[in-house]
């Protein structure tokens, strides 16, 4: 039976550096813990500016390492597809009416147009992307998949795809005026 370590870490594209758990994982195997980084840092280069999931499993016996690059959350996608690096994720502490001493109602529309980083996603994005993070999707085939990626977009304040709110793209979906793109 093949004896492997697996070591998980949530890395910043091509900018991976040794962390106190890792270091002390990696040194019990006494493996050159650069050597680790340069080849993680050299395998994710192409996610900059983005975190990706990466696992290191290490053969016990034979102190050879595997680097298993996973891709990062449907967000960042959505994110680099758009050329932003921050948007705001709803909670239910920003979904709900503030109210000021004078009583007026401040919305998440008054939030987003103070600054929050917005963008608008075509449907051949939402596909793309659906294409690439299928296989850790719960979806049972890429029409699924896209309503996942643009449900995510709902929870990204300020993000519209085909310059509509997502809950209409969502049902357009459903009602398959989307079919011929979705392929």
């Known amino acids: 039976m093949e004896e492997k370590e697996k070591i998980e870490l949530l890395i910043e594209g091509g900018k991976a ?44 016996k034979t102190k050879e390492y595997e680097i298993v690059v996973g891709t990062p959350p449907v967000s960042s996608l959505i994110k680099k597809e758009l050329g932003i690096k921050k948007a705001k994720v709803e909670t239910a502490e920003n979904t709900k009416p503030i109210t000021t001493g004078e009583e007026k109602e401040e919305t998440k529309e008054v939030k987003k147009e103070n600054g929050e980083t917005t963008g608008n996603l075509n449907m051949e994005q939402c596909v793309k992307i659906a294409k690439m993070k299928i296989d850790d999707l719960l979806a049972k085939d890429l029409r699924a998949a896209v309503k996942q990626v643009v449900g995510t977009c ?16 969502i049902q357009e979906i459903n009602d398959g005026k989307w079919n011929d793109k979705i392929k």
């Open 154 to 169: 709902v929870s990204m304040m300020g993000i519209t795809v085909e310059n509509k709110p997502p809950k209409e793209i």
């Open 17 to 60: 550096s040794p962390g106190p758990s890792s270091t002390v994982k990696l040194a019990a195997h006494k493996l050159n813990i650069g050597n680790v980084f340069k080849d993680i840092n050299e395998k994710t280069k192409e996610y900059a500016d983005m975190k990706v999931p990466v696992k290191i499993l290490i053969d016990k």
